[in-house]
């Protein structure tokens, strides 16, 4: 986010060699992808946060060390799905041949955002009655945000995929036992795993596309200057 | 299908209702949602303060128990967190001793060494206490191991065993380490922290006391140590307790003590909320200001962006703050925690309304009243505006339905705050908004209104007395521009980052962030202040129990207790000399009697009865987490403080003085210890000198550096050097004069209509028709096209055969005096040719006439002459006789020989049919190569030579006035006024087919193809006619890069293609007509509208590559250079945007009237015009250079109208008169 927006700040006040470096296709998926990947790696940190800090310490002996609560592998996958994800909806969507058209802008981006923070926050802190019940309304939730923020079949599609092959990572991994769920209700894993997935999936792409959007812009006033 | 659209036309009948209610009465309604507001935040004062200060309840201690965990209904006032025994209960012991009488012999040491020694002994006295079978052992709170990550405090605080804190464990409770350190000082501070701590330290736990109120140090004034002892106990035993505080009043008896013993307080701490808890919630708040500032980034084209960016965060703000108010009162207490649900509910209400309502407002036709167009913007919105509310009471609803407890409760609140918000909305902010826009719009007719006065009057009519010409005036007034040398000073990387920082606003973004993060900082770390004040605040509402203390006397001491370790460190040190209480007592007060003026007092006064209020909210916390105990959401019971004062006397001090106390040298020691108590407050003091004298240095050498010379120079009027000033900087330096002098070119008797040039030569049209040509080089007058010319010739009955078929003729031909040339211009003299031909009319002595007069409008009233108008209508006539329509491409040669007039094919009896069409003016002008084409309002194309003066060619396909003409290669664009777009094609016939009619050519062939030659047979033929381009008048047309581009009224722009007149794109996206366009070789469009958007378009693909709104009111003109884009407005201001990124880089306010003229030379020199002078201006920086003055007069007219010559001269129209001023020096500067 933070950094989205100093892409935006950065990418239309500077000029000259930056506007040329941005028009160049490597490096602008180059930078594209790393900002994805930044803002994964955020997200994953923060998120993972709120799941696993479910108690409550006066102190916290360590701040660095409960930031980093999670696994040292997790920010760096996480970073490098959503950056995969990022760049490959813009990718399907000119494949595709139907540019998405709904709400291109910054504030529905971050609404998005927030929206996916705010599933993840319902999941790790509102109880629930049992778990079929959370499950079924982060799912409505997901498809809400699909709905709200997309409404491309291609995003859904994705979605779907993505989530899917993840929770099958997960269930790999925790079968492997590199980790593992306090309470897990779907085989090993919890069941509200696949709507998370598919609700950064969404997420993912709908920033990946608005920072595609900026590439689109500078190639086309350079074709223009040409 | 048929309910929802009757569903949709009742909600926008409805919001159009509601729209002119509120446009009509903005005032009360505003008052009204205002007063709605307050009352349902209301019950929000009930609401606890949010925070996470410990919150006290006080009980007496004589009937206290323990309160029992069931809820056996309300006792009172008592808090829901008192129930169940406490963490701990304290028990402190609050010691203050003084060496009296204080005498000379004593060093500053002995204020406190001897004082803290007794520690020991009173340690063991309280662990030594028994009270029946009960010791502090059984009573006390047994603590295990400190925290791992504690290992460096493990030797000073107590493990394995009661929770008993006190100075001595610096010294583990071993008297002998006491006595065998040589320095107290430093073992009390080595454990303090280095930095700016402020919450509990270590001295703060083992002293119990505030560290400046311990008095151990060199310098203190009263001489008193103070120090606790705190006991922390598990189980509560009235009597224990008692027992101890009489033995210990019996030891050492407090005799001016009056204590009040009577008080149990009860401390209830709150959650506290760590780092690590935080991130998730900073992150959900830094997404929803990224929302938030995302949002108001929109809203455009209303008076005041940042009043209604306001108005809408406080829409929502107070939307929610309505909802909890109303939830609270119908009795729904938020569980959840209000922060965090805080920026959910926002995303979920969200700004979107508020904005579309914005836009849907703004893009309301402009010339509407305020009312109306507050009720058709609500009223289009209204639909969406339902769906999207209906759409999310529906999500909602179904959230309830989830029957989850915190889902409930958030849908709940999201619903009331989607109705407050709704109301607000409809209330609130459009109302703010019907002001805004009024504002706006007044704001504009204050701006208009001397705009209009400014003009010059109307044209009264044809009747104006012009026939003496100005008087000569003497040579222009100018200014020299400054030197070259001067404006090369400055380095345009520096400046360049400088901009950058400005039009970024950086750093102030920065200061600003850094501010918050440090006030952040500030309060995260030391949050005791404003902490301890508002548990105060509670605890002063918190009723105080009454009751008294039954002494509860009977002390045996008996010796063992404690634990183990602590025992076997007491037991081989025993307290050396035990003084008997009323000796010590004795003692202090015979030797506090003579000498009380160097004697310490021990005083008690209220402030002791709670020492633990002065220390750190956090001082219990952190003394138990230290154990892994949390006290989060439980409470301690504090019993009343033991007070216990000790007398020492001169010699016990100096017994227990270390060998060193003495030696040391005290003063340094004290300095250094006195320099440690109060350091950190000078640090951040000398911190903060220091760093505001760094800030305002470094703002003054960044003035100094930076600051553009003229800085300020380049917005208002006040830039513009007054004329007489000395054209110097501030240093005195005028720089060598290099003149630009403009030329005048008179000749014109009205204001000049239109402009048009090729470079080397310049045509102008006055309002009178008079068309003239001037050479732009030495300004010459090559030719004058008089209106009315062709009535005069023919009245003078050259023009035989018309006279013969015009019957009308002859008495105009009376009205028409011939008038002499008066004025001294370079005369165009045409030798008259031979009829060559006696069937064919000669035409060129009839235009190319001798004179050059201002031509007698008077005569003529209310008509306003053409020139070639007459000539044409003749053609037509005699062309007349196929039937009317051409068809859309006739034969060349058909044409040719038609536009040529083939006036003896033509029966005469045509010439009755058309009545004479005699004020057609010219409309629109166009000059390429020789050629002058005029486009009239009665729909005639003419084609003049340029040179000569005569018609070449003219064609009258259209009958509606041609308002834009393009002339381009060869052929000719014209958009007429009902939306129709002609193509013409200019064809040239080299005179080699002419011979034979023609005797020997004049010119055999001038270079080819933009200039015609005289001799040539030019013929213009319509190629295709588009009928319907617009549906409504064409505006501007403009033509390169074999494009052509038309804006008109109907909002939209259109590509064609020049060569095969084919439309290829139609671009929308204005809100308004078009009024200026620019597109050059290189397919830049641009166009602007009325709206006073500035559209950009890709002239490829057909596709907006930015839209900014820049004007108030209509964009008049508008170019482009590689790297920005300029517009003018009716706003009169200039502004110059990034091309590639749509920021506006700085604006020039422009004069009144002179907003639209407006010139780019060589890509880095502006000029604009002003009230008699053009200013140039430095493109990249936004500087103004140099003011040319046009005229003497002072006031001057303002230049309408500005073309920018090849030559890198400037053609400027000034009333009647053109000026052309030729810019050498500039250029020469700039390269």
């Not at chain 2, 003011?1187 to 007069?1193: A, W």
């Amino acid at each position: 986010m933070a950094e989205a927006r100093g892409l935006s700040g950065n990418g239309v006040a500077l000029r000259g060699p930056y506007i040329s470096m941005i028009t160049n296709h490597t490096t602008n998926l180059l930078i594209r992808g790393g900002m994805l990947f930044v803002v994964g790696v955020f997200l994953a940190l923060v998120l993972n946060l709120l799941q696993v800090q479910r108690n409550v310490t006066l102190f916290p002996p360590d701040v660095i060390s409960s930031v980093f609560s999670s696994a040292w592998w997790v920010p760096p996958c996480c970073g490098t799905a959503s950056a995969l994800i990022g760049l490959l909806y813009p990718c399907i969507d000119r494949h595709l041949g139907e540019p998405h058209k709904l709400k291109r802008e910054w504030s529905s981006v971050m609404r998005c955002v927030a929206v996916f923070v705010g599933i993840n926050h319902a999941s790790a802190k509102v109880d629930f009655a049992n778990n079929v019940q959370l499950s079924l309304t982060l799912a409505a939730l997901s498809v809400g945000l699909w709905w709200t923020f997309d409404r491309s079949r291609s995003g859904f599609g994705m979605g779907v995929a993505v989530a899917l092959l993840a929770t099958l990572a997960t269930q790999l991994l925790v079968y492997n036992g590199v980790f593992q769920y306090t309470s897990p209700d779907f085989l090993y894993i919890r069941s509200w795993l696949p709507c998370i997935f598919f609700a950064g999936v969404i997420t993912m792409g709908n920033i990946g596309r608005q920072l595609a959007l900026y590439e689109c812009k500078f190639v086309q006033e350079k074709i223009h200057q040409d | 299908m048929t309910v929802r659209e009757r569903l949709r036309q009742n909600i926008s009948a409805a919001f159009y209702r509601h729209g002119l209610l509120c446009a009509s009465y903005p005032v009360p309604i505003i008052l009204f949602t205002s007063a709605s507001i307050l009352t349902c935040c209301y019950p929000l004062l009930k609401l606890p303060l949010p925070g996470t200060g410990p919150v006290e309840f006080t009980t007496g201690v004589r009937d206290y128990s323990v309160p029992s965990h069931g809820t056996q209904g309300d006792l009172g006032e008592r808090p829901d967190w008192y129930r169940g025994p406490p963490v701990a209960y304290i028990q402190q012991v609050l010691v203050k001793a003084a060496v009296s009488p204080w005498d000379s012999s004593l060093v500053p040491v002995d204020v406190f060494r001897s004082p803290l020694g007794r520690v020991f002994s009173l340690l063991e006295e309280i662990r030594d206490h028994v009270y029946t079978d009960r010791s502090l052992e059984s009573l006390c709170l047994q603590v295990t191991d400190l925290l791992p990550g504690l290992r460096r405090m493990q030797s000073l605080l107590p493990e394995h065993g009661c929770l008993l804190v006190s100075p001595g464990n610096y010294w583990q409770n071993r008297r002998d380490m006491f006595d065998s350190d040589p320095d107290i000082l430093k073992t009390v501070h080595q454990h303090e922290p280095k930095g700016l701590h402020t919450s509990a330290t270590l001295k703060d736990l083992l002293f119990g006391v505030p560290g400046k109120s311990t008095g151990v140090s060199l310098y203190s004034k009263k001489r008193v140590v103070t120090y606790t002892i705190t006991i922390a106990l598990s189980s509560y035993d009235a009597r224990f307790v008692a027992s101890l505080r009489a033995r210990l009043k019996q030891l050492h008896p407090s005799t001016n003590c009056s204590l009040r013993e009577d008080h149990m307080v009860h401390v209830h701490f709150k959650e506290e909320i760590g780092i690590a808890e935080l991130i998730p919630l900073v992150t959900t708040y830094i997404i929803l200001f990224a929302y938030i500032y995302f949002s108001t980034r929109k809203i455009d084209m209303v008076k005041s962006k940042w009043g209604l960016a306001l108005a809408a965060v406080v829409t929502v703000l107070s939307s929610l703050l309505m909802s909890v108010g109303l939830c609270s009162l119908f009795g729904l207490t938020p569980t959840l925690n209000g922060g965090e649900i805080f920026p959910y509910l926002v995303v979920v209400i969200g700004l979107e309304n508020v904005l579309v309502l914005t836009k849907s407002v703004v893009s309301t036709p402009v010339d509407l009243e305020v009312k109306l167009r507050i009720a058709q913007g609500l009223s289009s919105e209204s639909w969406s505006i339902m769906k999207n509310m209906a759409t999310e009471l529906v999500i909602i609803l179904i959230g309830y339905f989830t029957l989850v407890p915190a889902i409930q409760e958030f849908c709940l609140f999201a619903v009331v705050g989607l109705v407050s918000d709704f109301f607000l909305q409809m209330f609130f902010f459009t109302t703010v908004l019907s002001i805004d826009i009024r504002r706006m719009e007044l704001a504009d007719l204050n701006r208009r209104l001397p705009a209009e006065a400014g003009m010059p009057p109307p044209k009264p009519g044809p009747l104006r007395p012009r026939e003496a010409p100005p008087p000569s005036r003497p040579s222009p007034h100018t200014i020299t521009l400054q030197a070259p040398a001067f404006r090369n000073l400055r380095l345009p990387k520096r400046l360049r980052v400088v901009y950058f920082l400005a039009r970024t606003r950086l750093a102030q973004r920065i200061i600003m962030v850094g501010t918050v993060i440090w006030i952040g900082i500030l309060v995260y770390t030391d949050p005791a202040g404003l902490r301890t004040y508002l548990a105060a605040q509670v605890s002063e509402q918190s009723p105080l129990g009454e009751a008294g203390l039954p002494p509860h006397l009977g002390v045996a001491p008996v010796f063992p207790g404690g634990d183990p370790t602590s025992t076997l460190n007491v037991l081989p040190a025993p307290e050396p000399t035990p003084l008997p209480e009323n000796q010590s007592q004795g003692h202090g007060e015979a030797r506090s009697g003579p000498a009380p003026l160097t004697s310490p007092q021990i005083t008690w006064g209220s402030e002791d009865e709670e020492v633990w209020r002065r220390l750190s909210f956090r001082y219990w916390p952190s003394l138990f987490s230290y154990y892994n105990i949390t006290l989060a959401k439980r409470y301690i019971s504090i019993l009343p403080v033991i007070p216990v004062t000790l007398h020492l006397s001169p010699q016990e001090a100096i017994e227990t003085r270390h060998p060193q106390d003495t030696q040391h040298a005290p003063r340094t020691s004290a300095k250094t210890t006195e320099l440690q108590a109060d350091l950190t407050l000078y640090k951040v003091a000398a911190l903060g000198l220091f760093a505001g004298v760094l800030l305002v240095l470094l703002l003054f050498c960044l003035y100094r550096v930076l600051c553009p010379r003229n800085y300020g120079q380049n917005g208002v009027q006040h830039g513009r050097r007054r004329r007489g000033d000395l054209p110097c900087d501030e240093y005195g330096y005028s720089p060598p004069v290099s003149e630009i002098s403009p030329l005048l070119l008179r000749g014109h008797s009205m204001d000049i209509e239109c402009l048009a040039n090729d470079g080397m030569l310049l045509a102008s049209c006055c309002l009178a028709g008079q068309i003239r040509v001037w050479d732009a080089q030495t300004g010459d007058c090559l030719t004058v096209i008089p209106n009315n010319g062709l009535r005069r010739s023919s009245s003078s009955g050259c023009w035989e055969h018309r006279d013969g078929w015009d019957p009308s003729s002859p008495a105009r031909n009376a009205s028409t005096p011939i008038m002499d040339n008066e004025h001294p211009l370079r005369r165009r003299t045409t030798p008259v040719r031979p009829a060559l031909f006696g069937d064919q009319p000669d035409l060129t002595p009839l235009i190319d006439t001798n004179f050059g007069e201002v031509p007698p409008s008077q005569m003529m009233p209310g008509c306003g002459f053409d020139f070639g108008e007459l000539v044409e209508r003749a053609y037509k006539e005699h062309e007349a006789s196929p039937p009317l329509p051409f068809p859309p491409s006739p034969p060349a040669a058909r044409q040719r020989r038609r536009s040529l007039g083939d006036q003896s094919v033509a029966p005469p009896e045509q010439v009755l049919l058309a009545p004479w069409d005699w004020d057609s003016s010219v409309w629109s002008m166009e000059l390429r190569g020789n050629l002058i084409a005029a486009g009239r309002s009665s729909g005639k194309l003419e084609l003049w030579d340029a040179v000569e003066g005569s018609l070449r060619c003219c064609n009258e396909d259209g009958s509606s006035g041609i308002t834009a003409l393009a002339f381009l290669n060869n052929r000719i664009v014209a958009a007429r006024l009902n939306g129709s777009l002609d193509f013409f094609t200019v064809d040239i016939h080299k005179p080699l087919g002419l011979l034979q009619y023609r005797g020997p050519p004049g010119r055999a062939s001038l270079p080819p193809s933009p200039c015609y030659s005289s001799e040539d047979v030019i013929s213009c033929q319509l190629t295709r006619s588009v009928q319907c381009a617009h549906q409504k008048p064409i505006t501007v047309l403009r033509a390169a890069a074999g494009r052509v581009v038309t804006g008109s009224q109907d909002h939209t722009v259109r590509v064609y293609r020049l060569e095969d007149s084919c439309c290829l794109f139609t671009l929308q996206g204005h809100a308004g007509g078009i009024t200026a366009i620019y597109i050059d070789q290189t397919m830049v469009l641009a166009s602007g509208g009325q709206d006073g958007a500035i559209c950009l378009w890709d002239v490829l693909t057909g596709s907006r590559v930015s839209h900014v709104y820049g004007h108030r009111g209509d964009v008049t003109s508008l170019v482009c250079t590689t790297s920005c884009v300029l517009s003018s407005g009716l706003d009169d201001l200039i502004c110059i945007w990034d091309r590639s990124t749509g920021i506006k880089l700085y604006s020039i306010q422009q004069e009144v009237g002179c907003g639209a003229s407006l010139g780019v030379i060589s890509e880095s020199l502006l000029v604009t015009g002003g009230q008699g002078c053009v200013s140039f201006w430095d493109l990249n920086y936004g500087d103004l250079l140099q003011t040319v003055y046009l005229g003497q007069s002072g006031e001057g007219q303002p230049v309408r109208q500005l073309l920018v010559l090849d030559n890198a001269a400037i053609v400027c129209d000034f009333g009647s008169e053109l000026s052309l001023v030729y810019v050498p020096s500039v250029l020469e500067k700039l390269d």
